[in-house]
T-cell receptor, first 107, second 114 residues
Framework: RKEVEQDPGPFNVPEGATVAFNCTYS??????FFWYRQDCRKEPKLLMS???SGNEDGRFTAQLNRASQYISLLIRDSKLSDSATYLC????????FGAGTRLTVKP | ETGVTQSPTHLIKTRGQQVTLRCSSQ?????VSWYQQALGQGPQFIFQ???????GRGNFPPRFSGLQFPNYSSELNVNALELDDSALYLC?????????????FGSGTQLSVL
């Protein structure tokens, strides 16, 4: 079983749609969780941290379920500029990345 | 504030050769991590350095080695290159002892092994 698993997609959605990404992790001792965004062949950039109580940043909402070892990212009112690969990251002594979920937002 | 910089940006080597990739961490950051990202995959953790000591390693063979210098810059060395080593190599720095803090990435070195 992979340490961090994500649905690879691709997700193709129209502008204004709501889209959700899921991620599961295998190490129950993991302590920190993040979502990163990566544009085509560029470096990953931090989108948001994920907290146990769930957190929101504008159109983006992240949630964590420690019991199920599950993380989610919800994007509301999708914009063309949201097109990218979204990487789930789980940390326990070091940071481990999922394979990423590719999102394309179309006009 | 200077971000993470990597050199070179692109590199072409042949199988069996050795390569050294370099990284300067963001000002004030003393932890450096290296990742390998193959096309269509997520970044795979190679190893991490904190204050010049390796303090974490992923599932990579010993021919992948590294160094961190007193100014917190770092090198990744790969010996006996194989075709499967072709990938984007990413360096990331973080401010603390590392491991569970936000990572700030350089733009990477694209390595092609022929």
């Amino acid at each position: 079983r992979k340490e961090v698993e994500q649905d690879p997609g691709p997700f193709n959605v129209p502008e204004g749609a709501t889209v959700a990404f899921n991620c599961t992790y295998s190490n129950s001792a993991s302590q920190s969780f993040f979502w990163y965004r990566q544009d085509c062949r560029k470096e990953p950039k931090l989108l948001m941290s994920v907290y146990s109580s769930g957190n929101e940043d504008g159109r983006f909402t992240a949630q964590l379920n420690r019991a199920s070892q599950y993380i989610s990212l919800l994007i509301r009112d999708s914009k063309l500029s949201d097109s990218a690969t979204y990487l789930c990251v789980v940390a326990h002594n070091d940071m481990r990345f999922g394979a990423g979920t590719r999102l394309t937002v179309k006009p | 504030e200077t971000g993470v910089t990597q050199s070179p940006t692109h590199l072409i080597k042949t199988r069996g050769q050795q390569v050294t990739l370099r990284c300067s961490s963001q000002s004030g950051h003393n932890t450096v991590s290296w990742y390998q990202q193959a096309l269509g995959q997520g970044p795979q953790f190679i190893f991490q350095y904190y204050r010049e000591e390796e303090n974490g390693r992923g599932n990579f063979p010993p021919r992948f080695s590294g160094l961190q210098f007193p100014n917190y810059s770092s090198e990744l060395n790969v010996n006996a290159l194989e075709l499967d080593d072709s990938a984007l190599y990413l360096c990331a720095s973080s401010p603390g002892e590392g491991g569970e803090e936000k990572l700030f990435f350089g733009s990477g070195t694209q390595l092609s092994v022929l």
